[in-house]
């Protein structure tokens, strides 16, 4: 089944402590991207990859680092979370450069203490 | 900051009515307009997109109207059922690497 595996599901930390939230698809895209989704503002993308080696920068980057060492995994790291880092995140993975043929991951749901 | 605006927040239909959603877009440079739509506790799913250079797309009960004189596009769910109630977002790209999207509707359709 093509899919885009996020994990953990649900995760609960104290501020400061890094964690790396892990994102895995099986259908051999080139593009995948994270976004993090708050009441209100809809789905913001902090970072994307076109390929592995190759990141950039989202519209909210700021405390979140990324890195695409191979093609199917694209984790997500905080090095010191913070509280206002509480979200929902998802990954996502689009087989063109139109990201608008995106697959979502199911979503990870971080709190910040 | 390149913005989509989305409206209504929420929206409550009763069964076999007519749901629709809004959003208007600023950057001329969007070309292609997808809809998603999100259940609880399950990410974002494609449902129907459109690109400029067409006024109308229709998939079933869900109709996009694209209006790009006034840089405004919305989604019409026809004969609306309790199964289609879930946050509906839109969304516009410009053909690279960013997507923006709205802020959501939550649609809830009354039994």
């Known amino acids: 089944e093509a899919q885009v595996t996020q994990n953990p599901r649900y995760l609960i930390t104290v501020t400061g402590k890094k964690l790396t939230v892990t994102c895995s698809q099986n259908m051999n895209h080139e593009y995948m991207s994270w976004y993090r989704q708050d009441p209100g503002l809809g789905l913001r993308q902090i970072y994307y990859s076109m390929n592995v080696e190759v990141t950039d920068k989202g519209d909210v980057p700021e405390g979140y680092k990324v890195s695409r060492k191979e093609k199917r995994n694209f984790p997500l790291i905080l090095e010191s979370p913070s509280p206002n880092q509480t979200s929902l995140y998802f990954c996502?993975?689009?087989?063109?450069?139109?990201?608008?043929?995106?697959?979502f991951g199911q979503g990870t749901r971080l709190t910040v203490v | 900051q390149q913005q989509v605006k989305q409206s209504p927040q929420s929206l409550i239909v009763q069964k076999g009515g007519i749901s629709i959603i809004n959003c208007a877009y600023e950057?001329?440079?969007?070309?292609?307009f997808p809809w998603y739509q999100q259940f609880p506790g399950k990410g974002p799913a494609l449902l129907i997109a459109i690109r400029p250079d067409v006024s109308e797309k229709k998939e079933g009960r869900f109709t996009i109207s694209f209006n790009k004189s006034a840089k405004q596009f919305s989604l019409h769910i026809m004969d609306s059922q309790p199964g289609d109630s879930a946050t509906y977002f839109c969304a516009a790209g410009d053909g690279g690497f960013k997507t923006i999207f709205g802020a959501g509707t939550r649609l809830f359709v009354k039994a």
């Open positions: 996502a993975s689009s087989p063109t450069l139109g990201q608008w043929r995106a697959f």
């Open positions: 950057n001329t440079a969007f070309d292609y």
